[in-house]
């Protein structure tokens, strides 16, 4: 099972609108409503930002928002700031097979 | 306070073993399917493992099948990874991780991992 494809990179001035990509399959992200979205920073653990597509958990700032259509999700970061320079990954659920598939990352630089 | 905080890491030679503990504090460990979930350095994440609450069942990733063995221990709020026949490519930061309640597919809480060296 390949992992999700994601941009390697992606910038923004601060105060501006991004979104990072996560390209999937028919099988994972196209096939179940459970993407979910992790920030990292150097030398830390990661922190669930996003589940079930676009569901927050309780803390994680509301300028970070979750979408999905088709075989593709989104992650938009919303009025960036320096402190949202990090690296994202997404996750998805594939089933039974598979279970759980990551893709590679995206390094967020605030500029 | 809510954490998981992993144990066992280090040097090791290929084809051995190791087994990696993850001890659970401030929330009710018994309800939550866990996870192991790696990352290679400089790279990125990777699904290794995952059980469920009682223990009844357990997934591997294809790269670990068949060596790697997940378990738990709810009266001792422990989670292991019993990891035998090691390569090198086994060698990463292992992170012990809860699944949410409800469809356990996403991870709201992370250790802040072990290293896992695997060289001769």
């Known amino acids: 099972q390949s992992a999700l494809t994601q941009p390697a990179s992606v910038s923004g001035s601060p105060g501006q609108s991004i979104t990072i990509s996560c390209a999937g399959s028919s099988t994972d992200v196209g096939a179940f409503y459970y993407v979910s979205w992790y920030q990292q920073y150097p030398g830390k653990a990661p922190r669930l930002l996003i589940y079930d597509v676009n569901k927050r958990p309780s803390g994680v700032s509301d300028r970070f928002s979750g979408s999905k259509s088709g075989n593709t999700a989104s992650l938009t970061i919303s009025g960036l700031q320096a402190e949202d320079e990090a690296h994202y990954y997404c996750c998805s659920y594939a089933g039974v097979i598979n279970y759980v598939i990551l893709g590679g990352g995206t390094a967020v630089t605030v500029l | 306070e809510v954490q998981v905080v992993e144990s066992g890491g280090g040097l090791f030679q290929p084809g051995g073993s190791l087994r990696l503990s993850c001890a659970a504090s401030g929330f009710t460990f018994s309800s939550h399917w866990m996870h192991w979930v790696r990352q290679t350095p400089g790279k990125g994440l990777e699904w290794v493992s995952r059980?469920?609450?009682?223990?009844?069942?357990?997934e591997y990733a294809d790269s670990v099948k068949g060596r790697f063995t997940i378990s738990r221990d709810n009266a001792k709020n422990t989670l292991y990874l019993q990891m035998n026949s090691l390569r090198a490519e086994d060698t990463a930061v292992y992170y012990c991780?809860?699944?949410?309640?409800?469809?356990?597919?996403?991870?709201?809480?992370w250790g802040p991992g072990t290293m896992v060296t695997v060289s001769s």
């Open positions: 991780v809860r699944g949410i309640l409800g469809p356990p597919v996403a991870f709201d809480l």
């Open positions: 059980v469920n609450s009682d223990e009844t069942t357990t």
